[in-house]
């Protein structure tokens, strides 16, 4: 009995992938990883009425031995309406129950040299530190090894590709009637998280953008949302096996550009070039 116990337990472990040194089955993994997603959110400095602004998502990454928010430059928007990326804020729940908004220590754009190279430069790194006020924020930042990508994996060693995000569609921010003793109406926002399976696309089309990973949704995994706005910035996963049948999480990168038939992802090669030459300039400073 015991050897068939070992057995079984050998089996659902090989089915199951690391998350922050827990082991979760294939089926909770989404709901598992959605912790480290999050509503790209926005502080308005020195406006009451509309603290926060959201756009769009984020994934929340720990590299390096350091706490990163990785996102899409152009979710700060163009013109008059252009967010600062300092202003960038994660929401945590404080020890008393109240939401916390925790901006970052430190902001990184990427930048390329070469023309071709130019919308690789679509990427905001938002570090934040290991400790903010006696709070540990390690948790809350996903360890991935980041050197397995959709590109260094065998395609038949991937069992799946999905997309985590907050779609606008799905968002909703009510406001409430004037407090006259405050002088602000009451605002509430509510979010709901989606999952999008996804599949590499069967063919390149001529309006692909360039430096992109092509996915597309998988059909044999429909799902209900109707309009991908707001997934800018909502990281790609996929689960890999390997020689020996071990299952694991991978990041494939984070969309820049969808339609509802059609998903653009920047890679994750790029992104942990950016994250390393974040970490090696801070390191001469």
């Known amino acids: 009995m015991d050897g068939l116990i070992d057995k079984f337990i050998r089996a659902r472990a090989l089915l199951s992938v690391s998350i922050n040194g827990l082991w979760i089955g294939y089926n909770n993994l989404p709901t598992a990883v959605r912790r480290f ?15 926060l602004t959201t756009r769009g ?18 979710q700060l928007g163009k013109g008059v309406h252009t967010l600062e990326a300092k202003d960038f804020t994660i929401g945590i729940d404080d020890r008393d ?3 916390v908004g925790l901006t970052p220590v430190a902001v990184t754009r990427v930048s390329a040299e070469s023309y071709a190279a130019k919308n690789l430069e679509d990427l905001q790194i938002c570090e ?32 799946g590709i999905f997309a985590i995000g907050f779609p606008s569609e799905l968002t909703a921010v009510e406001i409430g009637e004037w407090d006259e003793d405050t002088g602000d109406p009451p605002m509430s926002m509510r979010f709901q998280w989606v ?20 996915l597309e949704p998988d059909p044999k995994a429909p799902t209900t949302l109707s309009n991908p706005d707001g997934l800018s910035g909502a990281p790609v996963f996929f689960v890999w096996q390997d020689n020996n049948n071990q299952a694991w999480l991978g990041l494939a990168g984070m969309v820049t550009n969808a339609r509802i038939d059609r998903f653009a992802v920047y890679s994750t090669i790029y992104i942990r070039t950016a994250l390393q030459q974040h970490v090696d300039a801070a390191a001469v400073e």
């Open 128 to 159: 934040y530190e290991d400790v903010r006020n006696g709070r540990d924020l390690t948790d809350r930042f996903l360890k991935l090894d980041l050197s397995h990508t959709l590109e260094t994996v065998p395609s038949d060693a991937i069992k």
């Open 57 to 74: 998502s984020a994934i929340l990454l720990r590299f390096q031995g350091r706490n990163f928010a990785v996102l899409t430059h152009h």
């Open 195 to 214: 999952k999008v399976h996804l599949q590499p696309a069967a063919a390149t089309h001529p309006f692909d953008p360039d430096n992109r990973i092509i």
């Open 97 to 99: 129950g109240r939401k």
């Open 37 to 51: 997603c999050a509503p790209a959110f926005f502080h308005n400095e020195g406006e009451p009425t509309f603290d």
